[in-house]
């Protein structure tokens, strides 16, 4: 694999990442959103390992690995899981319409670009083309954070959130140190774990996971 097939590649691998996270805005079923954000994490482990490849660091083909195990097989799995048992198989309405959000996606997408133009200009790496959609994956996260009223949704917008700011990571510096994505990747397992219990508990209470009629629930009292 020579230099140049490698930076278009991970130029590619970019694009199909900026794809998913707008897939993520755009699908409604929340068994969708669990396949989407598994394969925005393939995109994701496979960018890490050609970013790897290309540049010498080593140590990012671990960190691709450990992408591929947590983000495309165990956070999934337990989603997916969590999914089945709340039995929650489609998102109530979002905040905002899906076209409306789609073109505030792409406004970000725009000042993304926009916003990282002299970062550009100044690196001399070959991921940085790339960063500017890091930060696109990162602000469309959190638009989904925002505009989904689902607690499962919000959670997967906040690891898609965390997935724009991984790839922003190996686009700016070719990665953190092992020591930080192995916390992060123990986090976040955690996390998963802690968000299922407690979902599963508020299912039950609230028969809903809707945040809105909880928020309806919490003024009444």
Do not use: C
């Amino acid at each position: 694999m020579t230099h140049t097939f490698a930076v278009q590649l991970n130029s590619l691998l970019a694009a199909l990442i900026l794809l998913t996270a707008f897939a993520l805005l755009a699908q409604r079923k929340i068994l969708g959103l669990v396949h989407i954000f598994a394969w925005q994490g393939f995109f994701l482990a496979l960018s890490t390992a050609v970013i790897g490849y290309a540049s010498g660091e080593h140590h990012l083909y671990i960190s691709s690995l450990l992408t591929l195990v947590m983000k495309v097989i165990l956070l999934p799995y337990i989603l997916y899981t969590l999914v089945r048992k709340l039995k929650v198989h489609r998102d109530i309405d979002a905040v905002v319409n899906i076209p409306t959000t789609m073109l505030l996606g792409i406004m970000l997408v725009v000042f993304s670009y926009h916003l990282t133009a002299p970062i550009r200009e100044l690196s001399n790496l070959m991921t940085r083309s790339t960063l500017a959609v890091a930060l696109a994956t990162v602000m469309l996260g959190m638009l989904m954070m925002v505009t989904r009223r689902h607690a499962v949704t919000q959670i997967l917008g906040f690891l898609a959130m965390e997935n724009g700011l991984f790839f922003a990571a190996t686009s700016a510096t070719y990665g953190m140190p092992m020591v930080v994505e192995l916390g992060v990747a123990l986090d976040l397992l955690i996390a998963a774990f802690i968000f299922g219990i407690f979902f599963f508990h508020i299912s039950t209470t609230f028969e809903s996971l809707d945040v809105e009629q909880m928020a309806k629930l919490k003024e009444t009292d």
